[in-house]
């Protein structure tokens, strides 16, 4: 691949951006979401003050804005992405058909199939946010010059995972603690191992960033913009700073911020780079956002009033439409995002 070489020592470090440094790593890179989780630590005694911030009306809009709108926003992208119809006629047309199938089976079947659903959308989270680190930290070393060679990008690969693996580890109705009671395999016998095994990843989530910058630096790749370390450690201040029920509520937030930092900027890219285009880029930004927000509204609060309304219970409902919004989501990431030489995604990182 070829790439532009930086052009200056300050450029090698600090990277070349898609809008400018502060943009890029505050949201994209998630630096804004270090010092929002600075906050909420450091106001952790003040328990008083921190419920009026959680407080179930302030998240339902935190969730809206940020959450439902980020899992549209992929929706939105795979629709307006130019060539998808064409190229992936199956997760245009057919796949949402086969969620809406599953959905409909895993809510009136919850007890001996809905929940085995649910289990696989809290295993793989972890697993998607891991996924988006690690390739938005490897797009930002090519843009900057540093191209990285096949062992050093799974030295970044493993990195990245190591959230997954604690996840897998920790989490009591899901990852490996599921996996083994889907096979009858009762975890309790090797609980000292596992807890051996969470206390090793916990050292490592310190210590690999800071190894796999020096030796990147050290090898022929070149030296990591530093925004490409800070998507891998956000990434991992998500999931070890809070408990496991409160990680997925601030890293869903904190992720849906820097998915809809980077998907406005693809999508506004491709807009521009039209023949016929007549607008200027806020307002193509302003306009797919305006779309994500109503669609995310419908997935997340219409859809599961409708199965309420066709006699399958709330809890049910709410639950198992949230877990497969979450799988469609991974899913239609793993091809909207991919970078092959005649993709409009790689003209964009090129560019």
């Not at 302030?58 to 307006?80: E, G, I, K």
């Not at 969470?198 to 090898?219: E, G, K, N, Q, T």
């Not at 999508?267 to 305006?290: G, K, S, T, V």
Request: glycine letters at 4%; charged letters at 10%.
């Amino acid at each position: 691949m070829k790439s532009t070489q930086p052009r200056s020592p300050s450029q090698m470090w600090v990277g070349r951006t898609f809008v400018n440094p502060v943009f890029d790593y505050l949201l994209i890179g998630g630096g804004l979401s270090l010092l929002l989780v600075a906050w909420i630590v450091y106001l952790g005694a003040d328990q008083k003050f921190l419920r009026r911030f959680t407080d179930p009306g302030n998240l339902a809009w935190f969730f809206l804005l940020s959450n439902a709108a980020h899992f549209a926003a992929s929706t939105v992208r795979l629709y307006t992405k130019p060539g998808t119809y064409r190229s992936m006629p199956f997760l245009t047309y057919s796949f949402p058909v086969v969620c809406l199938l599953v959905l409909t089976v895993c809510i009136a079947i919850p007890g001996d199939i809905g929940r085995h659903l649910f289990a696989l959308y809290l295993t793989w989270s972890p697993y998607h946010y891991a996924a988006q680190a690690y390739g938005l930290s490897v797009m930002y070393c090519y843009r900057s010059g540093c191209i990285l060679n096949n062992f050093d990008k799974r030295l970044v690969y493993w990195t990245c995972l190591i959230p997954f693996f604690y996840n897998c580890l920790s989490t009591e109705s899901a990852g490996l603690r599921w996996l083994l009671r889907f096979v009858s395999i009762e975890v309790n016998n090797n609980y000292a191992m596992v807890a051996q095994a969470v206390i090793l990843l916990r050292i490592l989530v310190v210590i690999a960033p800071v190894a796999l910058f020096f030796w990147v630096m050290r090898s022929k790749s070149g030296t990591m913009p530093l925004i490409s370390i800070l998507l891998v450690v956000t990434n991992s201040v998500w999931w070890f700073v809070f408990p496991i029920h409160q990680a997925f509520i601030w890293a869903t937030i904190f992720h849906g911020l820097q998915y809809l930092a980077i998907v406005i900027i693809f999508h506004l890219r491709d807009q521009m780079a039209r023949e016929d285009n007549r607008f200027p880029a806020a307002f193509h930004a302003i306009a797919f956002y305006a779309m994500c927000v109503p669609l995310g509204y419908a997935l997340f609060q219409c859809l599961p009033w409708f199965y309420l309304w066709s006699g399958f219970g709330m809890v049910e409902s709410v639950l198992l439409v949230t877990a497969v919004i979450n799988i469609h989501h991974f899913v239609v990431d793993a091809y909207i995002w991919r970078l092959k030489s005649s993709d409009p995604n790689r003209r964009i990182v090129d560019a």
